[in-house]
């Protein structure tokens, strides 16, 4: 009885509950940039948590992609040493040879724009697994633009 009129009189106890109370709701009413970070942070812990399951629960075809990878990378790398061959050859033969070199390089090298996309997509599995989502669009633009 005594609480309740306190409360109607605005003793010190109900000020201070009053307020406590309207500095809660306030508060919940901003969202803070500290509170982004946390929110964020959860969010990519939870994505790695992600990741890390699936590849936990897929450890059986960790031989095919390991197979997969080296044959996309020895495609890539060998389009990209193949082309710098031939130019680097250009000058030491003759002018009919150099064309030929030199084309021969430009389709080569065509040829390995396509295969970057894909070689996006492993690299980026491999070791940037959390933000394959923002490599995807790239590799998948390479295939669709024919690796321009």
């Known amino acids: 009885m005594l609480g309740l009129l306190g409360k109607m009189l605005g003793s010190e106890k109900a000020l201070g509950s009053a307020i406590g109370a309207v500095k809660n709701g306030l508060d919940a009413l901003v969202y803070t940039d500290e509170e982004k970070a946390q929110d964020a942070a959860k969010e990519r812990a939870a994505a790695r948590e992600m990741v890390v399951g699936w590849m936990q629960a ?3 075809q960790n031989l095919a992609r390991r197979f997969i990878a080296l044959v996309v990378t020895l495609i890539w790398a060998a389009q990209y ?3 710098i061959i031939l130019d680097a050859a250009m000058p030491f033969v003759a002018q009919p040879t150099q064309t030929v070199l ?7 090298r ?3 724009e396509q295969v970057t996309g894909a070689f ?3 690299i980026g599995f491999y070791f940037a697994a959390p933000h394959l989502s923002s490599i995807v669009g790239g ?3 390479k295939f669709k633009n024919g690796g321009k």
């Open 58 to 60: 897929t450890q059986g």
């Open 81 to 83: 040493v193949i082309a």
């Open 102 to 108: 030199s084309q021969t390089a430009d389709a080569i």
């Open 110 to 112: 065509s040829g390995g």
């Open 120 to 122: 996006m997509l492993v």
């Open 139 to 141: 590799a998948m633009d």
